[in-house]
């Protein structure tokens, strides 16, 4: 290895030699004294050397460009100016990594950038605090995500991405070339995950893309996606709700437990409730309007409704549950006593919907009335409906969309911040 130490690691051992590597995050000559901030992905530290104290041709290489790459040897003294409390007095320090270009912005946050700069030079922006802190954050939630699941008794499987037809009866699909067959790009794992569950395979879990090709222009939807999924048989809405409860509440206490300089950066914190609670979609109707929101029973939440829900209720996790039949996924089970009436639910993170789930419809005569109450044909589904015609269990499943969850919790307003390469109405690279 080209290092010996992290940064983070190399604080800790003072008196001893040390080999540091990554990039020139500042540099400052004062003629026979010289002062480099070396910086990695761990954090900077402080390269300090003066005439007499370093050999002539160290002290010469430490007046680099910034943001070029070099691998610094030697000794982790105490340093009473040093925000870390320690610098490096370098023996040696070789160049890994020349400029040849013109770095397009400051990394070191001096001089803002556009997001759109930014991400057009991504390579670069994520050298800076800020979305490495970010992409920090996502790690630990989607290990969160998976080692929950794991302790649960799930099983990580991984489905496909191309589909012969939309996998939740939406016409918003990317086609791509087949060789000599049409096949598009996949909206949801939805179907494959609950043949998984018929299968046998009982409790599932996976982390996908999913590409919607809506043509849309806000700060909190992308065209490509990851999404956390799970399913679950012989299991109904309820079940589905409490596994999301045990993953939701989780993963707040790891990021908690593991990134509380990252979310220092970001200027945020992860709260953790003791338990997440549990609205009717009705009793939420009933709040909008005593406070004086008019909101008709049937209709779905918009973001300014979900904002006045969100102020009225205070609270920073919540589901919804029991929504009207109507206006959910055609698959979710319509209830057994209120047909109007389904078991679906979404959990609400900071006023936003993070997470949508259901219990599925698994009997074929009920799958194929929803489907003509929204005038659609049975026929055009038979790839999907023949899946219950040989002995499926009930099942409910749910989903987390990442990015979205990874923007909350790290107080972004846009969600092309949590993407390490966004894809939207217009950008396809880098």
Same mark, same amino acid.
């Given at each position: 290895?080209?290092?010996?130490?992290?940064?983070?690691?190399?604080?800790?051992?003072?008196?001893?030699?040390?080999?540091?590597?990554?990039?020139?995050?500042?540099?400052?000559?004062?003629?026979?004294?010289?002062?480099?901030?070396?910086?990695?992905?761990?954090?900077?530290?402080?390269?300090?050397?003066?005439?007499?104290?370093?050999?002539?041709?160290?002290?010469?290489?430490?007046?680099?460009?910034?943001?070029?790459?070099?691998?610094?040897?030697?000794?982790?003294?105490?340093?009473?100016?040093?925000?870390?409390?320690?610098?490096?007095?370098?023996?040696?320090?070789?160049?890994?990594?020349?400029?040849?270009?013109?770095?397009?912005?400051?990394?070191?946050?001096?001089?803002?950038?556009?997001?759109?700069?930014?991400?057009?030079?991504?390579?670069?922006?994520?050298?800076?605090?800020?979305?490495?802190?970010?992409?920090?954050?996502?790690?630990?939630?989607?290990?969160?995500?998976?080692?929950?699941?794991?302790?649960?008794?799930?099983?990580?499987?991984?489905?496909?991405?191309?589909?012969?037809?939309?996998?939740?009866?939406?016409?918003?699909?990317?086609?791509?070339?087949?060789?000599?067959?049409?096949?598009?790009?996949?909206?949801?794992?939805?179907?494959?995950?609950?043949?998984?569950?018929?299968?046998?395979?009982?409790?599932?879990?996976?982390?996908?893309?999913?590409?919607?090709?809506?043509?849309?222009?806000?700060?909190?939807?992308?065209?490509?996606?990851?999404?956390?999924?799970?399913?679950?048989?012989?299991?109904?809405?309820?079940?589905?709700?409490?596994?999301?409860?045990?993953?939701?509440?989780?993963?707040?206490?790891?990021?908690?437990?593991?990134?509380?300089?990252?979310?220092?950066?970001? *200027?945020? @914190?992860?709260?953790?409730? &003791?338990?997440?609670? #549990?609205? !009717?979609?009705?009793?939420?109707?009933? +709040? =909008? /309007?005593?406070? *004086?929101? @008019?909101?008709?029973?049937? &209709?779905?939440?918009? #973001?300014? !409704?979900?904002?006045?829900?969100?102020? +009225? =209720? /205070?609270?920073?996790?919540?589901?919804?549950?029991?929504?009207?039949?109507?206006? #959910?996924?055609?698959?979710?089970?319509?209830?057994?006593?209120?047909?109007?009436?389904?078991?679906?639910?979404?959990?609400?993170?900071?006023?936003?919907?993070?997470?949508?789930?259901?219990?599925?419809?698994?009997?074929?005569?009920?799958?194929?009335?929803?489907?003509?109450?929204?005038?659609?044909?049975?026929?055009?589904?038979?790839?999907?409906?023949?899946?219950?015609?040989?002995?499926?269990?009930?099942?409910?499943?749910?989903?987390?969309?990442?990015?979205?969850?990874?923007?909350?919790?790290?107080?972004?307003?846009?969600?092309?911040?949590?993407?390490?390469?966004?894809?939207?109405?217009?950008?396809?690279?880098?």
């Amino acid at each position: 290895m080209m290092r010996t130490h992290y940064i983070s690691e190399a604080i800790s051992q003072k008196d001893k030699e040390v080999t540091l590597a990554g990039w020139v995050h500042e540099v400052r000559n004062l003629g026979k004294m010289n002062f480099m901030l070396l910086r990695d992905r761990t954090g900077i530290l402080q390269v300090f050397g003066k005439d007499g104290m370093v050999p002539p041709e160290v002290l010469a290489k430490m007046n680099q460009p910034k943001e070029t790459v070099v691998a610094v040897t030697g000794k982790v003294v105490s340093s009473k100016v040093a925000k870390s409390g320690v610098e490096l007095i370098p023996s040696k320090i070789e160049i890994l990594g020349e400029l040849t270009g013109k770095v397009p912005f400051e990394v070191t946050g001096k001089v803002p950038a556009e997001l759109d700069v930014r991400l057009d030079y991504r390579y670069v922006d994520l050298r800076r605090a800020e979305p490495s802190a970010i992409f920090k954050v996502k790690h630990e939630i989607i290990t969160g995500f998976r080692e929950t699941l794991c302790t649960l008794g799930f099983q990580e499987i991984h489905t496909t991405s191309i589909v012969a037809a939309a996998t939740e009866g939406g016409t918003n699909l990317f086609p791509v070339e087949y060789f000599e067959k049409k096949a598009f790009l996949a909206q949801s794992p939805q179907l494959y995950k609950q043949l998984a569950v018929v299968g046998g395979m009982d409790k599932v879990f996976m982390t996908t893309p999913a590409f919607r090709a809506e043509k849309h222009n806000t700060t909190s939807h992308l065209n490509e996606v990851l999404q956390m999924d799970i399913e679950m048989g012989f299991a109904d809405h309820n079940d589905a709700m409490d596994v999301l409860e045990k993953v939701a509440l989780s993963i707040l206490g790891r990021v908690e437990k593991n990134c509380g300089a990252e979310l220092a950066t970001l *200027g945020t @914190k992860a709260i953790v409730p &003791e338990a997440i609670k #549990r609205h !009717t979609y009705s009793s939420l109707v009933d +709040l =909008l /309007n005593k406070n *004086g929101v @008019k909101f008709e029973w049937g &209709e779905d939440f918009t #973001r300014e !409704t979900e904002g006045e829900v969100n102020k +009225l =209720l /205070n609270e920073e996790l919540y589901f919804i549950t029991e929504w009207p039949t109507a206006i #959910r996924a055609f698959y979710s089970m319509p209830n057994s006593e209120r047909d109007e009436i389904c078991n679906a639910f979404d959990l609400m993170y900071r006023g936003t919907e993070i997470s949508s789930g259901a219990q599925r419809i698994h009997i074929p005569s009920i799958l194929e009335k929803q489907l003509r109450s929204r005038g659609l044909e049975p026929a055009n589904f038979e790839f999907y409906i023949n899946a219950f015609r040989v002995g499926a269990p009930p099942h409910a499943g749910w989903s987390i969309g990442l990015e979205r969850i990874t923007m909350k919790l790290t107080g972004q307003h846009n969600i092309r911040e949590c993407a390490m390469f966004p894809r939207d109405r217009v950008r396809v690279t880098p």
